[in-house]
Nanobody, 124 residues
Framework: QVRLVESGGGSVQAGGSLRLSCAAS????????VGWFRRAPGKDREFVAA????????KYDDSVKGRFSISRNNAQTTVYLQMNSLKPEDTAVYLC?????????????????WGQGTQVTVSS
């Protein structure tokens, strides 16, 4: 069993930055892909970014390319999401998830474990 805990959310003005962290406990996830997803009010959960087991391969949704960066530290069992140039439309609950895959994948159905999420609010 893997337990995921997200942190780092908060309220910022448009153009600001936040760094989210996803810490895992229960077992290591250094052979798994990890993804970040978000759920905005009234919207379905959507893919944000994912990283493969080694950290050498990443995928991003077009809406965050060039602004967000995903990275991982397997020694600390932590995955990060650096979010720059934030926009009001980035406002959502951000969740991390782990998938028993080698490569990053945008499909949420492939992820086995999910955290509870951290709120990000961007004001204009």
């Amino acid at each position: 069993q893997v337990r995921l805990v997200e942190s780092g959310g908060g309220s910022v003005q448009a153009g600001g930055s936040l760094r989210l962290s996803c810490a895992a406990s229960g077992r290591t996830f250094n052979t798994d892909a990890v993804g970040w997803f978000r759920r905005a009010p009234g919207k379905d959960r959507e893919f944000v970014a994912a990283i493969n087991w080694s950290g050498r391969s990443t995928k991003y949704d077009d809406s965050v390319k060039g602004r967000f960066s995903i990275s991982r530290n397997n020694a600390q069992t932590t995955v990060y999401l650096q979010m720059n140039s934030l926009k009001p439309e980035d406002t959502a609950v951000y969740l991390c998830a782990v998938a028993p895959l080698r490569g990053p994948d945008p499909d949420p159905s492939k992820y086995s474990y999910w955290g509870q999420g951290t709120q990000v609010t961007v004001s204009s």
